[in-house]
């Protein structure tokens, strides 16, 4: 059964997540499909989101979704962030870099938008992408307000529910960051670096008032509930920088996203946590750690973690050597980080480099924890390499383009494709070419 067949018959539900027909030992075609693409038994899928270790972010008004799997019994996923800004970016513009996004090989793609036509630009990507999208509902909500003053939290439920009838897969709610956090913050050296979580503390403190999205938790299960939005717990307290990474204000939050985690499940909503931001690398297996502990197994999804402050202009490797290790621990998505991190609006060419940054980050962790068929493409690559098989080595690549450029770049008369050696070596000097000749003899 296709999935808009399946979704036709479970329209008369009242709750359509996938968590609920896994409890209900349901198989669906998201399922199925997750199975497949991962190489495990549907079983195994199915009892993983029954007991909350797996999400499959999958809107019912998102039709033309190909569906995938964030648990840490799959392959790592990777998120690229895009959307515009106040000052910069267009519905066209945020086409492309989902075009690129998905032909570098995101798993899913989150909508940041924060100016402009925040509806049309949304709109347009649903219709054009086949891997879950994501938002943070509060931007759109701060954009059609002046301030947070003039704000109320049926504002903001109305505005969750109306992106989750446009067809968002998964929605970032800080709902985590309590009033009796903020002093907590204002220990640290940078803060609050999260935008979702300073609206937040900035709406607690004009209108004196708790989190409206933690007070609101169960009226905001039911929307998601109906229309199968899983729900991204967001870090409103996650560390924006070494100094401030696993401290007190960071893990009191954790605790109640545990607890939001928990209600969750208990209305079959799927769910999973987002995580820390700056973080030392030998901290790093700790933080992962303790978020499965707190959390019950909760898909983790890590934003890096950066491990150095000094990486501007390449944050998306001081990110990706943190993705690697988080992922190894047991993170399951990682939020890939551009070079422009810190510094501006990311561009078409920072959207590659931050997607084959992580992506190489994910696989590697992959491969280490030794998922079904992780290793099989580097070994078809070592067989090209080996074979001097330039075109077979250019499609295995993570980034097909820049390799082929890169060896474009080097070749002339004496390196071909067709040469037995390359440029960095020369024929005299390529250790394979002398390899093949000594087993020659």
């Known amino acids: ?24 030992g349901v198989v669906t075609p998201e399922m199925e499909h997750v199975a497949r693409a991962e190489q495990v038994p549907v079983e195994a899928i199915r009892d993983e989101l029954a007991r909350g270790k797996l999400v499959i972010p999958a809107n019912i008004h998102h039709v033309e979704l190909e569906p995938m799997g964030i648990g840490m019994s799959l392959r790592c996923k ?24 998905i032909e570098c090989g995101a798993d899913t793609v989150m909508d940041l938008s924060t100016g402009g036509d925040i ?33 109320t939290a049926d504002d903001i439920l109305q505005l969750i529910e109306h992106q989750a009838k446009q067809g968002v897969d998964y929605m ?27 609206i937040m503390a900035q709406w607690m403190l004009e209108h004196g008032a708790q989190n409206p999205i933690y007070e609101r938790w169960d009226d905001i299960l039911d929307i998601c509930a109906r ?16 100094h401030d990474a696993s401290d007190s204000a960071q893990f009191a939050e954790l605790k109640v996203l545990g607890e939001l985690a928990r209600r969750a499940r208990d209305k079959e909503v799927q769910i999973m946590i987002e995580g820390p931001g700056h973080v030392p690398f030998d901290q790093i297996e700790m933080n992962v750690r303790r978020q499965i502990e707190e959390c019950d197994g909760a898909p983790f999804y890590v934003l890096g973690p950066l491990v150095t402050d000094i990486g501007a202009g390449h944050d998306h490797i001081t990110s990706a050597i943190g993705g690697t290790m988080a992922a190894f621990a047991g993170a399951a998505m990682l939020c890939y980080v551009t070079p ?14 931050g997607i084959v940054a992580h992506k190489i980050a994910a696989h590697a962790a992959d491969i280490a924890r030794k998922r079904p068929g992780a290793r099989d493409r580097d070994d078809a690559m070592s067989r090209a390499r080996y074979g001097f098989d330039w075109e077979k080595q250019f499609e295995l690549a993570l980034d097909p383009q820049t390799a082929r450029s890169m060896h474009a770049q080097t070749a002339g008369k004496e390196c071909t494709l067709e040469s037995d050696y390359c440029s ?18």
């Open 119 to 151: 509806d049309g630009i949304r709109k347009a990507i649903i219709e054009a992408s086949p891997v879950p999208l994501g938002t943070v509902p509060i931007y759109q909500a701060m954009e059609r307000h002046e301030s947070v003053a003039t704000m």
């Open 424 to 441: 960095m070596c020369g024929p005299r000097f390529c250790a394979m070419k002398v390899n093949k000749a000594l087993r020659a003899v």
């Open 227 to 242: 229309h199968d939005v899983t729900v991204s717990a967001g870090d409103g307290l996650r560390p924006g920088s070494l």
């Open 172 to 198: 970032t709610l800080h709902a985590g960051l309590l009033r009796e956090h903020l002093p907590l913050a204002k220990r640290r050296l940078t803060g609050i670096v999260s935008r979702g979580g300073a």
């Open 78 to 101: 990777i998120n690229a962030n895009i959307g515009n800004s106040q000052v910069t970016g267009d519905a066209s513009t945020e086409l492309e870099k989902l075009r690129v996004s």
């Open 1 to 24: 059964m296709n999935r808009k067949h399946a979704l036709e018959l479970r329209r008369g539900d009242a709750v359509q997540t996938q968590m609920h027909f896994a409890r209900k």
């Open 340 to 353: 422009k991190e810190h510094l501006g609006l990311p561009d078409l060419d920072d959207v590659r480099a």
